[in-house]
């Protein structure tokens, strides 16, 4: 989109002040809507962060009104609600609560003075190495994916129903989940063709044992992890976050949907 990358919030006192006109990032890695298993802002405190900067002046009226605020949270809210044993009869409700809660949270954004704010839906858990290699990475997992069908199902809803109540599109959704599948169906096709390209359900980089995981060293720092002969033609990079070339291809698969962007 020939956007800067903003900073991140934690940097901000370090880095040239001119680059904070470029926006901020408030995301903090493994934080979710709710309390995770991450001990970190969740997204009620990165707005909490948004909205002092907004009243020492960081960013004025007229920022906040060209500029243009991206939400996407909720796959670690899942993750953590499956950490502590949540049941698929629970799932409903948590769903429900969750969406509720992210719906109060982009008001409050938009009421600082933001005038569009997109959101991503959720991708398909469901297709994430975590689960895929169940199916020795040959196809996604339905039951998984469901999950964030549904979230996005009701997601959808809320974003219809706070745009009628404005009065205009000011909440706009990201199709994440189309852009994964679409993005890993097509590499899977061409990975059946020749097999030198990689499945696309794998991930590039895993533990080298039991025990360890993409990054791990042993008390030596010894690598204990290792990565794929072709990073660059990987969808995955770990069990659970795309590459850079994976994220190519879902940026690629939303750019037609990307102008309703445009401030």
Same mark, same amino acid.
């Given at each position: 989109?020939?956007?800067?990358?903003?900073?991140?919030?934690?940097?901000?006192?370090?880095?040239?002040?001119?680059?904070?006109?470029?926006?901020?990032?408030?995301? /903090?890695?493994?934080?979710?809507?709710?309390?995770? !298993?991450?001990?970190?802002?969740?997204?009620?405190?990165?707005?909490?962060?948004?909205?002092?900067?907004?009243?020492?002046?960081?960013?004025?009226?007229?920022?906040?009104?060209?500029? $243009?605020? !991206?939400?996407?949270?909720?796959?670690?809210?899942?993750?953590?609600?499956?950490?502590?044993?949540?049941?698929?009869?629970?799932?409903?409700?948590?769903?429900?609560?969750?969406?509720?809660?992210?719906?109060?949270? $982009?008001?409050?954004?938009?009421?600082?003075?933001?005038?569009?704010?997109?959101?991503? !839906?959720?991708?398909? $858990?469901?297709?994430?190495?975590?689960?895929?290699?169940?199916?020795?990475?040959?196809?996604?997992?339905? =039951?998984?994916?469901?999950?964030?069908?549904?979230?996005?199902?009701?997601?959808?809803?809320?974003?219809?129903?706070?745009?009628?109540?404005?009065?205009?599109?000011?909440?706009?959704?990201?199709?994440?989940?189309?852009?994964?599948?679409?993005?890993?169906?097509?590499?899977?096709?061409? /990975?059946?063709?020749?097999?030198? $390209?990689?499945?696309?359900? =794998? &991930?590039?980089?895993?533990?080298?044992?039991?025990?360890?995981?993409?990054?791990?060293?042993?008390?030596?720092?010894?690598?204990?992890?290792?990565?794929?002969?072709?990073? =660059?033609?990987?969808?995955?990079?770990?069990?659970?976050? &795309?590459?850079?070339?994976?994220?190519?291809?879902?940026?690629?698969?939303?750019?037609?949907? !990307?102008?309703?962007?445009?401030?």
């Amino acid at each position: 989109m020939k956007i800067r990358s903003p900073i991140p919030y934690m940097q901000r006192d370090s880095v040239n002040k001119s680059m904070i006109a470029y926006g901020m990032n408030f995301g /903090h890695g493994g934080t979710g809507v709710f309390k995770t !298993l991450v001990d970190g802002p969740n997204l009620t405190t990165q707005i909490d962060f948004f909205q002092k900067l907004i009243e020492q002046n960081v960013y004025t009226k007229q920022d906040l009104k060209s500029s $243009l605020a !991206l939400v996407n949270a909720a796959s670690n809210d899942y993750a953590t609600f499956a950490a502590k044993n949540g049941t698929f009869k629970d799932l409903p409700a948590f769903t429900t609560s969750l969406v509720g809660q992210i719906s109060v949270d $982009l008001r409050r954004i938009q009421s600082l003075g933001v005038s569009k704010i997109a959101i991503g !839906l959720m991708a398909p $858990l469901g297709c994430l190495p975590l689960l895929t290699v169940y199916s020795s990475y040959q196809k996604c997992i339905d =039951e998984a994916n469901t999950v964030s069908a549904n979230h996005n199902k009701m997601m959808l809803q809320k974003v219809q129903d706070m745009n009628h109540q404005m009065g205009h599109p000011v909440f706009i959704t990201l199709d994440l989940y189309n852009a994964f599948l679409s993005t890993i169906t097509t590499m899977q096709k061409r /990975h059946a063709e020749n097999s030198t $390209l990689m499945n696309p359900l =794998e &991930p590039c980089c895993v533990g080298s044992s039991a025990g360890y995981s993409c990054g791990s060293v042993d008390d030596k720092g010894v690598k204990k992890y290792k990565v794929c002969e072709k990073p =660059e033609l990987s969808f995955f990079w770990d069990i659970v976050h &795309p590459s850079q070339n994976g994220w190519l291809g879902v940026y690629t698969a939303l750019q037609s949907s !990307l102008q309703q962007l445009s401030i």
